[in-house]
Nanobody, 120 residues
Framework: QVHLVESGGGLVQPGGSLRLSCAAS????????MGWYRQAPGKQRELVAG???????NYADSVKGRFTISRDNAKLSVYLQMNSLKPEDTAVYYC??????????????WGQGTQVTVSS
């Protein structure tokens, strides 16, 4: 069964940095594109960064140039380095597979997420 555990969130001031980690289980981890999602109160969950099994990356325009996604396939882990943080980055951050448009990720597949709060 797939299991995802996010960590590394916290409270930081604007302009600060955080590094998020995601520890994954599952035999197909090394074959899939993984991503970081975030959800702010009252808003839809959005994909902010993705990384393929081969290391190709993509970013939402809102975080491009500030966030860096990486993965360590041997450790079945995904990371998100977050620099120059802004208050609008405040959200719960989750990792999960990146799936084609129209494919549903079951609610039960999401981990607990990790809270990132950017505030002065």
């Amino acid at each position: 069964q797939v299991h995802l555990v996010e960590s590394g969130g916290g409270l930081v001031q604007p302009g600060g940095s955080l590094r998020l980690s995601c520890a994954a289980s599952g035999s197909i981890f090394n074959l899939v594109t993984m991503g970081w999602y975030r959800q702010a109160p009252g808003k839809q969950r959005e994909l902010v960064a993705g990384i393929s099994s081969g290391g190709s990356t993509n970013y939402a325009d809102s975080v491009k140039g500030r966030f860096t996604i990486s993965r360590d396939n041997a450790k079945l882990s995904v990371y998100l380095q977050m620099n120059s943080l802004k208050p609008e980055d405040t959200a719960v951050y989750y990792c999960n597979a990146v799936v084609p448009t129209g494919v549903i990720i079951p609610q039960s597949s999401w981990g607990q997420g990790t809270q990132v709060t950017v505030s002065s």
